[in-house]
């Protein structure tokens, strides 16, 4: 396929590139790693600096707009993304490796963002009028945006996750600064693109490449207001140790999971076998909300696991323009920390059910093989236990009861997502009372969520900052007003102030 033009950095309305780069890349197709280079990339770090500059620049015009002001460009830039859904599915499909059924469910997401934020989540800053907050004085919540929003990318929903920051912070008033993964430079590029064809006001939308020196240059710049990021925990937590002395700046750090589905022995047995499937290898397990483990009550242990492994063995993986289940993993790196657990989870003492194993395929890639692995005894030092593979990998876990169910949930530190399986409501308002998480699903899967309701973590997860529906709080600033309109009188002064009025 033919390469991406690559156009530069994306800097107060216009375009940027530069002779003498910094850095230089090039990013390939995980799929197809011979025939298919995507895009080449090139980053300069003083691109910091003008971008910071120029989202300074246009932040205070484009906060006088209003709400209702900003709202006609949002809905162009719906129409935007509307009419160039297909050229963004092939593109993250291209450069994920991500199946094309679920590029095309990412790129829908872009167009619903925009209605579910306009429709649904404003009334979370919507003006709050208290009468007689103090006797005969009104009092009013109003919010107003925070300024130069800093939005950092992931790089498996290259478009829908950035989205889910960047549109709150838009019709909030925020000018923002977009940095898209590294390994997914042409999505990011595309995005700003749209921006562009959009016609935001110069500067409100800027976009820049780079590695992880851009991104620490953009974090800890003195312009900027916010930091929005979704990504590893590593990544999230030397972010908060960068800015610990940048008290203004929030955070909304969306970070990593372990997640755990529980299963109890009075549930339908297919169902809960297929959601878990589908929670564990859907986008070949690079997902923050994909199912890591499998907590069964002993009772129905064997038969879950008999039936999870025949599906597992059953699952197609391949090129992304396939009818397949399952792509590859992003790179290299991914493939031999893949490949890599399977042999710390071994030592560890537990069993190899199914085997991950590198593929080779039709497709030069980093194609993989699901695998399972039946932990025999729980070990809150294990490496593996605790640790984000971020791959199509499960650890499977027999319980007795609720009590040892929920004590291996929460033993990760991390407290992104849940599931839990059962007909007892009772066991459910349990969990949601017990369980360190962020989300939690009954009789449905770890994966996926709704932009309708607050998607964050707890823990290592995330830092009380949910985005989704309530993503537009953290691009927003409360301001309290008492407002009093009335006449001071002789009887409004205090005791022994002695205050007279002379005309």
């Excluded at 859907?282 to 696991?305: M, N």
């Excluded at 294990?382 to 791959?391: A, L, R």
Aim: charged share 25%.
């Amino acid at each position: 396929m033919k390469p991406v033009n690559f156009l530069g950095d994306y800097i107060n309305g216009r375009w940027v590139t530069t002779d003498n780069p910094d850095l230089e890349w090039e990013v390939r197709s995980p799929s197809d790693l011979k025939n298919d280079q995507v895009i080449k990339v090139a980053a300069k770090f003083d691109h910091v600096d003008k971008a910071a500059e120029a989202a300074h620049k246009a932040y205070l015009n484009w906060a006088r707009l209003g709400i209702e002001g900003r709202r006609p460009y949002l809905m162009r830039l719906k129409e935007v993304f509307a009419s160039r859904a297909a050229e963004v599915t092939e593109l993250i499909a291209r450069e994920t490796g991500k199946i094309i059924w679920e590029s095309k469910t990412e790129a829908a997401s872009l167009v619903n963002k925009i209605d579910i934020t306009l429709g649904h989540s404003l009334k979370y800053i919507a003006t709050e009028e208290i009468k007689n907050a103090l006797p005969n004085v009104d009092g009013y919540t109003r919010y107003k945006p925070r300024g130069v929003m800093v939005v950092l990318g992931p790089f498996n929903f290259p478009a829908h996750l950035p989205n889910g920051h960047l549109i709150p912070a838009l019709i909030c008033g925020n000018t923002v600064v977009f940095k898209p993964s590294e390994k997914t430079a042409a999505v990011g590029q595309f995005m700003a693109e749209c921006f562009h064809q959009a016609e935001f006001p110069p500067g409100v939308f800027n976009m820049l490449h780079g590695q992880a020196e851009t991104g620490k240059r953009l974090t800890t710049h003195e312009l900027v207001d916010g930091i929005l990021f979704t990504g590893s925990y590593e990544v999230g937590l030397k972010i908060k140790q960068d800015t610990l002395t940048h008290s203004g700046k929030i955070l909304a750090l969306e970070m990593g999971g372990k997640n755990a589905t529980i299963v109890w022995n009075d549930f339908d047995m297919k169902k809960a076998v297929y959601e878990t499937l589908t929670g564990a290898y859907l986008s070949a397990g690079q997902r923050c909300a994909c199912t890591s483990r499998i907590l069964l009550h002993k009772d129905i242990h064997d038969e879950f696991v008999d039936h999870f492994y025949a599906a597992s063995k059953r699952i197609k993986i391949g090129h992304w323009n396939d009818q397949v289940f399952m792509g590859p993993l992003i790179d290299a790196a991914s493939v031999e920390k893949y490949i890599r657990y399977q042999e710390i989870a071994k030592r560890e003492g537990a069993e190899t059910l199914m085997r991950g194993k590198a593929l080779s395929l039709e497709h030069d890639g980093y194609y993989v093989t699901p695998s399972i692995n039946l932990v025999q005894k729980f070990d809150p030092k294990s490496v593996y236990q605790k640790s984000e593979i971020f791959g199509p990998n499960v650890a499977v876990y027999k319980v007795n009861d609720f009590d040892e169910a929920m004590m291996i949930h929460n033993s990760t530190g991390f407290g992104l997502s849940g599931a839990l399986f059962t007909k007892d409501r009772a066991l459910f308002d349990r969990a949601l009372l017990e369980a360190r998480v962020g989300v939690l699903n009954w009789n449905r899967t770890t994966n996926g969520a709704s932009s309708k309701l607050p998607f964050g973590g707890m823990g290592k997860s995330g830092n009380d900052r949910p985005s989704a529906s309530l993503a537009v709080q953290y691009c927003s600033v409360p301001v309290a007003s008492l407002e009093d309109n009335n006449p001071l009188g002789d009887t409004n002064t205090m005791p022994g102030l002695q205050f007279e009025w002379k005309e």
